[in-house]
């Protein structure tokens, strides 16, 4: 007997026009049923075109046919009550939003590489590199920012009742952080996930920036997905560590960004070696690694970055090495990192 696994299984072959992402992970496959050889599937799409239906349903007749086990096939293309409507993003249509003029994910596959240390000290780079920034946390169940840029503060709202973004070091800041009281945790379910995010960007008075870095969490779960579907992003950053245990999950983190059409911009090596007080050079998660991965999934490497002490003292005391000590060996290396996202970006 066949079971719903093996017919999602095969449905996750059955792309929707136009994109590389297939049906079952845009969550349009709503329900499956099957008995004695005989499967019914129902599919309920947002959007779409008599044609996109048609394309959908033939595609998945034929995906369930090939199952082994399964003799007879239903498949039922649903519209909204509406009726059909233009092609468009099959969860919902990504918008612009006035005065950003490019938004870039920084993400990694796991956790503990330093993503939202790198993101902090490459949103300062760019700062200091002349270019308006602003630096959004959407790791709602951790937010790391607030302490690493050294903002303990609550937004205001303005006249327009949108939240004004904290500033400091020259970046303009966003975070769950800003809002909570003290230690208290985050317990939310996807969808409310989903519209702080929205709100992050349409409720909060950004004003003109050249870059807004988005830190997110680790992995590829719903704060990822809710970002790509509430705007369009200019491209993605993946932090890795050299190690392959790390980079068995970025070729993850790249998989997402591409099944959700967003151009990989490069990955960043993180902890790539120490040095000692004496000169010597110790390899603690081995090296190269995200060079190699880089090279491998034909994506540019943007640079390494050393195991440094004081980048670590930094986030802690919520002055980050790029802004205190830039003329330093490790801010160096992130405006290193930063010039090349820039030109990633003209």
């Given at each position: 007997m066949v079971n719903e696994s093996e017919i999602k299984t095969a449905l996750q072959t059955v792309k929707y026009p136009g994109y590389s992402r297939d049906i079952v992970s845009f969550g349009l496959v709503k329900n499956i049923s099957s008995a004695q050889g005989a499967v019914t599937v129902q599919i309920q799409l947002t959007s779409g075109t008599p044609e996109i239906?048609?394309?959908?349903?033939?595609?998945s007749e034929q995906?369930?046919?090939?199952?082994?086990?399964?003799?007879?096939?239903?498949?039922?293309?649903?519209?909204?009550?509406?009726?059909?409507?233009?092609?468009?993003?099959?969860?919902?249509?990504?918008?612009?939003?006035?005065?950003?003029?490019r938004i870039v994910a920084v993400a990694s596959g796991k956790g503990?590489?330093?993503?939202?240390?790198?993101?902090?000290?490459?949103?300062?780079?760019?700062?200091?590199?002349?270019?308006r920034v602003g630096l959004l946390d959407c790791d709602i169940y951790g937010p790391s920012i607030p302490l690493m840029m050294g903002v303990r503060r609550k937004p205001t709202v303005n006249e327009r009742e949108q939240?004004?973004?904290?500033?400091?070091?020259?970046?303009?800041?966003?975070?769950?952080?800003?809002?909570?009281?003290?230690?208290?945790?985050v317990i939310w379910r996807g969808p409310m996930i989903m519209k702080t995010i929205q709100q992050f960007f349409f409720s909060v008075a950004w004003g003109e920036l050249d870059y807004l870095l988005v830190d997110l969490p680790p992995g590829t779960g719903d704060a990822q997905l809710s970002l790509c579907q509430t705007v369009p992003l200019d491209g993605g950053v993946i932090v890795t560590t050299p190690q392959e245990a790390s980079l068995g999950v970025v070729r993850k983190g790249i998989g997402m960004f591409q099944k959700l059409n967003v151009p990989i911009l490069g990955i960043i090596e993180n902890m790539s070696y120490f040095t000692t007080p004496n000169g010597e050079r110790v390899e603690i998660f081995g090296h190269g690694g995200g060079r190699d991965e880089a090279d491998r999934q034909a994506v540019p490497f943007l640079g390494e970055i050393p195991l440094f002490t004081e980048i670590r003292l930094g986030g802690d005391k919520g002055e980050p090495i790029t802004v205190t000590t830039p003329e330093g060996a490790a801010g160096q290396t992130f405006l290193q990192v930063a010039r090349a996202l820039r030109e990633r970006l003209p």
């Open positions: 239906v048609q394309q959908i349903k033939a595609e995906a369930l046919r090939n199952v082994a086990g399964i003799q007879q096939v239903f498949v039922q293309v649903n519209l909204p009550a509406g009726g059909s409507g233009p092609a468009a993003n099959p969860l919902t249509t990504p918008s612009r939003v006035s005065g950003l003029k503990g590489v330093g993503k939202s240390t790198t993101s902090v000290n490459l949103a300062c780079a760019l700062s200091l590199l002349g270019s939240l004004v973004p904290l500033e400091n070091h020259g970046v303009k800041l966003m975070s769950m952080g800003f809002l909570l009281e003290g230690d208290s945790p």
